[in-house]
Each structure stands twice: as structure tokens, then as C-alpha cells.
């Protein structure tokens, strides 16, 4: 019986946000804690943790919302954003919840149809490769989408061509993460077009080539792919190529008008939670086999359409000839 209050006093301790000393004096609560000293401690949070703390009651919810905070996790994330000029997005916090989660399986890869959505006319892609953690490449690329080269072109966005890089060790694909964020300046809104950790490592053996993708699968059926994908020699560590394209069920490219319709529709639409990069891989393996079974139903209605054909001209060739010998 003596040791009841005791416990009722650390179960007390555990609800209220007031901590107690040993003597039973309030001891010093977080809220008393200065404000420039919270925003160091907030500062060490990642983003996802800070916005859960930003909602667990309104003395948080404006230390939370700190933009130097927002701004510090955005480029520890993607260096690339401080060559991304400030009046090309909505702030560090919104782009922050555009980007980071991926975009939902489930969002529609053909939103041309519907009014509401306006193509971008410039997009600005924040392009971030790194290698085991420690990164190799940043790089913004700035993307005239109104032109009608680009419009009427399959859509491929190239943050790295031709000239390359070779990088200060021996690269390992499959342990790239790549980061591809699309913003349109006009709205401000972002998404992010890769997976983060490759879904699939091809090896070319006559090139001696290895292609990491990077893909984000949208759409139910056969849906679109947005395929970033990293090009490199791994023997000699040579970065050759870094690029975007966006395919559709059957490997054929999307047009650039139609792929615009698809990153606007990504931007607009729902986002996905936890376990999404696991997420995108499974969807992505199967969009691969999807891909590949149409493609053999595809032969085998051609050639079966090749075998009558053949039958058919057979059978008229033998009639002609018939009708020669009995004339």
C-alpha cells in the first residue's frame, strides 16, 4: 500500500508534459525550453518527424513550421535546390510534402481529358545522384515544354549526356539512389519521378554497360512507367548518361504532350505513405511481365494474322493455276 502513490506520481509523470524531480518539484517542461534552442533540436528531426510534431498540439505547430528548418532538410536531401530559385515553388515545407513521398500507384496516367488540368509550359527538374550514401552528381535542368519539338518528340528529359563523369571510386548500380524531383514554376508544385533505389540493374554485355532505372509505375492495367534511368561503366566508375522518358504498357515512349498530361496529373494527385519504395519495385516488376505478355499476345496475333494471310494467297495461287491447266 505504501508504494501506491509512488507509482501513481511516474504514471502521472508519463501523461502531463511536465517531467517531476526525485523530490516531487515540477522539473523544467520542454515548452519552457527557449525558442531558439527548440528550433536547433527540431532542426535535427527529419521531415517526417517534424511535421508529426507540428501536429501533436498548436505550441509545436509554429516551431514546426520553421522555413529555415524546412529549407535545411530539403537541401540535406537534394543539394540540387540551391541553384532552384525561390519564386519557382511554394516554400521548402510545401515542396518538402510534394516530394518526398512518391507519387500514388493509383493516380491516373491520362489526365488530358479532364479541364482541370493545365500542361506545364516549363518544367525544372532538381536531379540528385548519390553513390552509398555520399553524393556524385546535382544538377537542374531546365525544360522548355511549350515548344513544339518537345510536344510532338517521345518525352525524355536529359539531366546528363555525352559528356559524362567518372566517379572518385568504383561504382556499385544496384547501390545508387537517385532523386529526380519535376517542379512546375507556374503552380509550384513538385513530384518526384523516381523510386530513390533502383527496381531493376540490366547489364548490357556487348556494351559493357549497366542501366540502374529508377521507375515509378502510375495508372492500373498497363498504366505508364516514368523511367529515370542511370547509365554507367562500373569497371572504370564512368557516369555515361542520366535521363527521363516516360513509357506506356507496351515500351512504346509517350509524346511529350502526352507525358506533360502525366506529370501534371502525379502533381495533382495523392502521394504514398511508408513502404513505398518497396511498393515501386513489386509495381514495377509487374509492369515488366505485363509488358511482355502483351507483347507475345501481340506476336502471336500477328502471326496468326501472317498465316492466314499466307494461306489465303497460297489458296489463290493454286486456284490460278487451276484454272490455267483446265482453260
Given at each position: 500500500m505504501a508504494t501506491a502513490p509512488r507509482a501513481t506520481a511516474i504514471a502521472d509523470d508519463r501523461c502531463c508534459p511536465a517531467a517531476f524531480a526525485a523530490d516531487g518539484d515540477a522539473a523544467t517542461a520542454i515548452e519552457d525550453l527557449p525558442a531558439d534552442v527548440m528550433a536547433l533540436v527540431l532542426r535535427?528531426?527529419?521531415?517526417?518527424?517534424l511535421a508529426?510534431?507540428?501536429?501533436?498540439?498548436?505550441?509545436?505547430?509554429?516551431?514546426?513550421?520553421?522555413?529555415?528548418?524546412?529549407?535545411?532538410?530539403?537541401?540535406?536531401?537534394?543539394?540540387?535546390?540551391?541553384?532552384?530559385?525561390?519564386?519557382?515553388?511554394?516554400g521548402?515545407?510545401?515542396?518538402?510534402?510534394?516530394?518526398?513521398?512518391?507519387?500514388?500507384?493509383?493516380?491516373?496516367?491520362?489526365?488530358?481529358?479532364?479541364p482541370a488540368h493545365r500542361l506545364p509550359a516549363r518544367l525544372v527538374s532538381a536531379v540528385d545522384l548519390h553513390h552509398r550514401g555520399a553524393g556524385i552528381m546535382s544538377r537542374v535542368v531546365e525544360t522548355d515544354a511549350a515548344s513544339?519539338?518537345?510536344?510532338?518528340?517521345?518525352f525524355r528529359v536529359d539531366a546528363l549526356v555525352q559528356e559524362g563523369f567518372t566517379a572518385p571510386a568504383p561504382i556499385a548500380?544496384?547501390?545508387?539512389?537517385?532523386?529526380?524531383?519535376?517542379?512546375?514554376?507556374?503552380?509550384g508544385r513538385a513530384v518526384n519521378a523516381s523510386s530513390r533505389r533502383p527496381v531493376s540493374v540490366e547489364r548490357r554485355w556487348l556494351t559493357g554497360e549497366t542501366v540502374a532505372r529508377f521507375a515509378v509505375v502510375l495508372g492500373g492495367g498497363g498504366g505508364v512507367a516514368l523511367d529515370a534511368a542511370v547509365t554507367c561503366d562500373e569497371r572504370l566508375g564512368h557516369v555515361r548518361e542520366v535521363s527521363l522518358c516516360i513509357v506506356d504498357g507496351e515500351g512504346s515512349g509517350v509524346s511529350g504532350r502526352d507525358g506533360l498530361a502525366v506529370?501534371?496529373?502525379?502533381?495533382?494527385?495523392?502521394?504514398?505513405?511508408?513502404?513505398?519504395?518497396?511498393?515501386?519495385?513489386?509495381?514495377?516488376?509487374?509492369?515488366?511481365?505485363?509488358?511482355?505478355?502483351?507483347?507475345?499476345?501481340?506476336?502471336?496475333?500477328?502471326?496468326?494474322?501472317?498465316?492466314?494471310?499466307?494461306?489465303?494467297?497460297?489458296?489463290?495461287?493454286?486456284?490460278?493455276?487451276?484454272?490455267?491447266?483446265f482453260r
Open positions: 535535427r528531426l527529419d521531415g517526417a518527424s508529426a510534431l507540428g501536429c501533436s498540439c498548436a505550441a509545436f505547430r509554429d516551431l514546426a513550421a520553421d522555413p529555415d528548418a524546412w529549407r535545411a532538410l530539403c537541401l540535406a536531401l537534394w543539394p540540387s535546390l540551391r541553384d532552384v530559385p525561390a519564386a519557382d515553388h511554394k521548402h515545407r510545401r515542396l518538402f510534402a510534394d516530394a518526398f513521398p512518391l507519387p500514388s500507384a493509383a493516380a491516373s496516367p491520362a489526365p488530358a481529358l479532364d513544339g519539338w518537345f510536344l510532338g518528340a517521345p548500380p544496384a547501390e545508387l539512389t537517385l532523386s529526380w524531383v519535376l517542379i512546375d514554376p507556374s503552380t506529370v501534371a496529373a502525379a502533381m495533382a494527385g495523392a502521394r504514398q505513405g511508408r513502404g513505398a519504395e518497396d511498393a515501386a519495385r513489386l509495381r514495377y516488376e509487374e509492369f515488366v511481365k505485363g509488358r511482355a505478355a502483351r507483347k507475345e499476345r501481340k506476336a502471336r496475333r500477328e502471326g496468326f494474322i501472317d498465316l492466314c494471310c499466307s494461306s489465303v494467297g497460297a489458296a489463290a495461287f493454286l486456284g490460278f493455276l487451276v484454272m490455267l491447266t
